[in-house]
């Protein structure tokens, strides 16, 4: 089956702080979505990449679809507390998806 | 985007009760799914739908059930709830494409 891998499972960083997550698969997919999963509410969709290669942006919130087709990064810069979260990457393609294990970001003022 | 509702928010119910989490949307979307995820663990995939009278098993095997009579609703059902079915529960739409957007959670808890 396919493996897909989140780092790092958790990160403490300061307020102010730049992050960098990625995700890792063993499978090659067309589609990497990001979602951000606030305490006690349902995960939210940050940012979508449909290209290989491509590089998009929400705001603080940058993104690159790897160009194997098998991983993603995410960076936040000058994070804030409400950045607080899990962040699961969920890679899909054709009828098939899946969720990443999370990276759990805690910021410290 | 689209509308999603899921109720109750919480629960606590005593072991051996029939409990009924419901799941509703607005917007007509025939995609449709209910995860289970413990506190600050995995997502995992247990019912989806893709219209009315289409049910399927997700990844995970859950003795809960679901049905999808009309589109817009998709209820998740355990007959006898019992400790370990203790987690929130999360109902999902999915666009054309392949994003999924999420209701508020249901967090049950089985004394």
């Known amino acids: 089956g396919q493996q897909l891998n989140q780092s790092p499972q958790s990160m403490f960083i300061q307020e102010g702080e730049d992050v960098s997550m990625n995700c890792t698969s063993s499978?090659?997919?067309?589609?990497w979505l990001w979602y951000k999963q606030d305490p006690g509410e349902g995960p939210v969709l940050l940012i979508a990449l449909y290209k290989a290669g491509e590089l998009t942006s929400n705001g603080r919130l940058t993104a690159q679809f790897g160009i194997t087709r098998k991983d993603s990064f995410l960076n936040i810069s000058a994070s804030i507390p409400s950045d607080v979260g899990i962040y699961f990457c969920?890679?899909?393609?054709?009828?098939?998806?899946?969720f990443g294990p999370g990276t759990r970001l805690s910021v410290l003022p | 985007e689209a509308d999603i509702y899921q109720t109750p928010r919480y629960l606590v119910i005593g072991t051996g009760k029939k409990i009924t989490l419901e799941c509703s949307q607005t917007?007509?979307?025939?995609?449709m799914y209910w995860y289970q995820q413990d506190p600050g663990m995995e997502l995992h995939l247990i019912h989806y739908s893709y219209g009315v009278n289409s049910t399927e098993k997700g990844d995970l095997s859950s003795e809960s059930t679901v049905s999808r009579i009309r589109t817009e609703h998709f209820p998740l059902t355990l007959e006898s709830a019992r400790p370990s079915h203790t987690s929130q529960y999360l109902c999902a739409i999915g666009t054309g494409t392949y994003e999924q957007y999420f209701g508020p959670g249901t967090r049950l808890t089985v004394t």
């Open positions: 499978s090659i997919f067309n589609t």
């Open positions: 969920a890679p899909s393609g054709g009828q098939n998806f899946v």
């Open positions: 917007m007509g979307h025939d995609k």
